[in-house]
Structures are given as C-alpha cells and as structure tokens.
C-alpha cells in the first residue's frame, strides 16, 4: 500500500473515535482544505494533526473550538498560508489523472448508451457482418466537455463553501415556495434544453473510427491514469 | 489586551524556537510550556500554522511517534537554521530591550512625578 493510502486509511479509522461534533467539524475542515491547492498527502498529513489536537481535547472534555479557535475557516486559511502547496508538475500530473480517468468513464458509457453494442448483438445473431465504424458525434465531445467541467466544478464549489453551508441553507429557507418552485421549474427547463441540445449535436458526426480502436483509446487513458497515479503517489500528490 | 497581542505576535516565533531548542516537543507541551511562562492566550491550535510555517522554511524538523491516545504525534526539533534563528531572535531581543529600558528609564520616574503633582494640586 502506498503511503498515502496507508495514511488515508489510518485517518479513516481514527475518525471514527471522534465524537459526531468534532467529527463533523474536521470533515468541514478537511473538505475545505481539498478545495486548496495543497496535496492529498499533504492534506492527509494536517488531517493526522487534526485527529491528534481533536483526540486529546476530546480526552480533556475541552471542546474543540477551546484549541484551535471558533473560527474553522479562519484557522483553514492560516494552514493553507503555511504549508508547501502544489507544483506546477504536481498540478498537471493531477489534472491528466483526472481528464485520463473522466474520459475512460465516458467513452465507455457512450458505447453501452449509443445503442451500438445492441446493433453488434442483432448483427452477431443474424450471422452478417459488423459493422465496425463508429460515429464520434459532436454531442458527445460536448458532453465529455460539460461533464468533467461541471464534476470539476462541483466538487470545488462543495469544499470551497463548505463552512458556508448553513448561511445558505437559512438564504434558501427564507425563500417563498413559489420562488423556490420557479427556481427549480427553470433548472428542470435549463437542464431539459441541454439534453435536447445535446440530442441535435449528437446528429452530427464530426468522423467515424473503427470500434477496435474505443478499447485501445479506453485502455491507453486507464493506464495513463495508472501510471500517474503512482507518479503522484511517488511525488506525494 | 490587543496591543499586547500584537507585541506576542511578533515574540511569539521566538519564544516557540526557544521551547522547541530545549527539548523535541509537540504542539501541545509547547503550549502547555509558554502559558507555564505567562503567555496564556496562546493555544495549540494558534501555534500550529506557525509551526508548518517554520518547517516549511526549514527551521524546524519534524518526525511522527506513536502516541497513546492513537494518532502519531508530531514532535519538532531545531534544524542548523533554527538554532541559527534562534540565536539572532536573542540577539535582536537584547538590543530590543536594551532599547526600549533606555527610552523607558525615565518614564516610571516622570510617571511618579506627575502623580505627586497631580496629589499636591489636590
């Protein structure tokens, strides 16, 4: 097991002896300090202190906020200040993992949605030929687009306001209900329009590539997604 | 109370190194060590940030034990460059003080002077 995992897993256990208060006071933090640009490790490293300072304030009875402040984000911002934070290589070793990784997922779902592989078991069951051309539509290189950019985006957006989630909880309560329906009537509609949208672009083919070369293309971007993985095991990503 | 917190501040970088040169330590005892000494608005959770400051630039090393109560502990140690931090902190500190006792070695005295004043007027 790699040291980060090693780590990560260690943490994980140590966790659980938290009491729900304190538990859920260093998943805010950590959370937080993911949406930074520091390390998993070195993430990892701070949440190791965390769980030691949280532990032992458990131990006194001293609540948490008594050591590390009552302001978490303040606290989160002062460690981000002071520890080592990413390189640039670190930086692009982590992207590529997560393009190599995002692209595998989609490029196999598209092959299991697009209605090709029922079209090669009809062919395979009337014994004629396969055809083994398949179409790279301009909706799906959209989608691929909007997907890892959304998922992205999401994941940032979840940590970076994570301290903020009952001040927006309370905002979101203290809208009438037929606001809030409007809201989510033009969400559903929004997200309606881009599933169309997507549909109309899925019409054009942008070029056609033999089926073989899906596995290979699946298989090169799940071993470049390997490989960095351990480079940024090794490098401490 | 902020001003005084505002001259820890600047003392405080010190008064870690000084703690820190005397015995490998954790954040915990390093707190529990400089309210020991009268800095008691320092917490482990303030010092912390400073002390990944102070790794990060090589002042402190640090290396993890087992604890008992199941995290491994981190506990710090002056590097050459920290004992050499260390060093010019007191050396700055003493010229500081000796500083400040000058301009200050006629204050308390004038501040007698204008209660005995101030008394007499009375």
């Not at chain 1, 001040?167 to 997200?191: C, D, E, N, V, Y």
């Not at chain 2, 501040?9 to 008064?15: F, I």
């Not at chain 2, 500081?96 to 501040?111: A, G, M, S």
């Amino acid at each position: 097991m790699s040291k980060q995992l090693d780590l990560k897993t260690n943490n994980n256990k140590l966790d659980k002896l938290l009491n729900v208060e304190n538990r859920t006071a260093l998943m805010e933090m950590v959370v937080y300090l993911r949406a930074a640009n520091i390390s998993d490790y070195q993430v990892e490293l701070v949440r190791q202190d965390l769980l030691d300072m949280a532990l032992r304030s458990q131990s006194r009875n001293e609540p948490l906020s008594g050591v590390i402040g009552s302001s978490y984000q303040s606290f989160c911002d002062e460690i981000i200040r002071n520890v080592e934070h990413r390189a640039i290589m670190q930086n692009f070793i982590q992207w590529l993992m997560i393009l190599s990784l995002s692209f595998s997922i989609l490029v196999t779902q598209d092959v299991v949605f697009s209605g090709y592989l029922s079209r090669v078991y009809h062919s395979l069951s009337l014994h004629s030929s396969v055809d083994t051309s398949y179409p790279i539509s301009a909706g799906f290189l959209m989608n691929t687009v909007v997907i890892a950019g959304a998922s992205y985006l999401i994941v940032y957006l979840i940590g970076k306001y994570t301290f903020q989630t009952k001040t927006m909880h309370a905002i979101f309560s203290a809208i009438s209900k037929p606001k809030r329906f409007g809201f989510g009537f033009l969400a559903g509609a929004a997200l309606m329009g881009y599933f169309f949208g997507i549909a109309q672009l899925d019409k054009f083919v942008l070029f056609s590539t033999n089926i073989i070369i899906y596995p290979a293309i699946l298989l090169t971007f799940f071993v470049i997604y390997k490989i960095n993985s351990k480079i940024g095991h090794a490098h401490l990503l | 109370m902020n001003e005084r917190s505002q001259l820890l501040k600047g003392t405080l970088e010190g008064c870690i190194l000084k703690v820190i040169g005397d015995t490998e330590t954790y954040g915990y005892e390093i707190s529990e060590k400089l309210k020991a000494n009268g800095i008691s608005v320092v917490s482990e959770g303030t010092i912390y940030p400073l002390l990944l400051r102070l790794e990060k630039n090589e002042i402190l090393a640090a290396v993890y034990k087992d604890s008992s109560l199941g995290p491994k502990r981190k506990y710090y140690t002056l590097t050459k460059k920290g004992k050499a931090s260390l060093h010019e902190f007191y050396l700055n500190w003493c010229e500081l003080q000796k500083f400040v006792d000058t301009l200050f070695c006629e204050y308390e005295e004038e501040q007698d002077n204008v209660k005995t004043t101030g008394s007499q007027n009375e």
